[in-house]
């Protein structure tokens, strides 16, 4: 089955007791039962919902994977991950990648004696000197956020298996769309569904999708156990806006690579990340494990002053100054002091994440107007 036909019809169906076309929102806590113990496999809404099964079967077959599980957020299915490990256990990490994720791994996870170690994972043998007895994952971003570096998600995998470690790919900027990690030797893929699979800035969600039974089992307990599970509504939500998700990954790609190529041709621009460019540090592989490069980009000033950023920032008007990324808006952030606010910058500017950079997330507007919008901004400085 091809992918826009999977994202409309795959792990659902219509409704069997009315032939509702869209999955009901069953919006109820609690289940009749005929017997104590004997009921039609619903028994709680923490534990099983019919629209969260519906949207997890939907979530699992966009990532060619046998088990979806939804959270209440990205942040949430990232804390289960975490809590696969006991004290004393360590995690290689990649140096560029969300800041909340770096909250959760240094201020909650490190409290309890988990060690991360933030690595360039730009030649994946060379994080063999990292690797000790207690080593248990790898964690990946690609593209990674705000950056847009691109990992080597074969070789990734290769150091994985031989060192007998997870694989975790945080899958959020590229989507199943363009880019499905266990194809390429992931265990988990992780995606903060608020982003391009609810695609309309209306929900908060998270997922992972795993094809190992007893890993999906232990995943499946502290999804229940812990209770991070999301809404009968909100599945719902994002039930609807996988229907278009390839639709809208093919606009957001056209314009993601137009305001590209207009950006590193403007006068006042010093530096574009983007994928796509054939001069990109990792194009090659970025093009062979993704179908296409995607809408995020971002980009620094030409003086580099923060001043001139946030003028720029100001007098945006069809991108909006937002948090987030994903929807059928355009949006502009400044991770700085943002989205990347809780990595401390010295550790920021390590990996060029500079005060002045300006994360764009490219909507599925005209692009004309977009780069309308960008122009009369940059005249501003």
């Not at 959760?104 to 060690?115: A, Q, W």
């Not at 391009?196 to 190992?212: C, E, F, I, P, Q």
Request: hydrophobic share 40%.
């Amino acid at each position: 089955m091809k992918f826009g036909t999977k994202a409309i019809h795959a792990g659902v169906a219509p409704d069997p007791s009315t032939g509702a076309i869209m999955t009901p929102i069953f919006q109820t806590s609690t289940y009749v039962q005929k017997s104590p113990g004997d009921h039609l496999g619903y028994e709680y809404s923490r534990t099983h919902n019919p629209t969260r099964t519906a949207l997890q079967q939907s979530l699992a077959a966009l990532e060619n994977g046998r088990h979806g599980i939804c959270f209440s957020s990205g942040l949430g299915a990232i804390d289960s991950v975490i809590k696969l490990f006991q004290p004393g256990d360590e995690i290689i990490s990649t140096n560029d990648l969300y800041g909340g994720t770096y909250r959760l791994f240094t201020k909650v996870f490190e409290r309890y004696g988990i060690k991360f170690h933030f690595v360039s994972m730009a030649d994946p043998e060379a994080l063999s000197a990292w690797v000790t007895p207690r080593t248990k994952m790898v964690w990946v971003e690609t593209p990674t956020n705000p950056m847009m570096n691109i990992i080597d998600l074969k070789g990734m995998a290769s150091f994985a298996k031989k060192h007998n470690l997870l694989l975790a790919v945080d899958n959020t900027f590229a989507s199943p769309y363009l880019q499905n990690p266990l194809d390429l030797g992931a265990d988990i893929v992780m995606h903060s569904v608020t982003k391009y699979l609810g695609g309309h800035s209306d929900v908060v969600m998270g997922a992972l999708v795993v094809n190992d039974d007893d890993l999906a089992s232990r995943l499946v307990f502290l999804q229940n156990a812990c209770g991070a599970t999301p809404g009968p509504q909100d599945c719902f939500l994002v039930l609807r806006g996988i229907k278009t998700l390839h639709l809208r990954m093919e606009r957001h790609c056209q314009n993601g690579k137009a305001i590209a190529h207009f950006l590193r041709q403007h006068p006042k621009v010093a530096q574009v990340y983007w994928p796509g460019f054939e001069d990109h540090p990792n194009h090659l592989v970025a093009k062979e494990q993704m179908r296409d490069f995607g809408g995020m980009i971002s980009f620094t000033l030409k003086g580099n002053r923060l001043s001139d950023t946030k003028k720029v920032m100001e007098n945006l008007h069809l991108f909006s100054l937002a948090e987030s990324l994903g929807g059928v808006e355009s949006l502009c952030g400044h991770p700085a002091s943002m989205t990347h606010a809780s990595i401390p910058k010295e550790e920021r500017e390590k990996v060029g994440l500079v005060d002045s950079l300006i994360r764009l997330s490219v909507g599925v507007e005209d692009v004309q107007d977009l780069m309308l919008d960008l122009d009369e901004a940059l005249k501003k400085i």
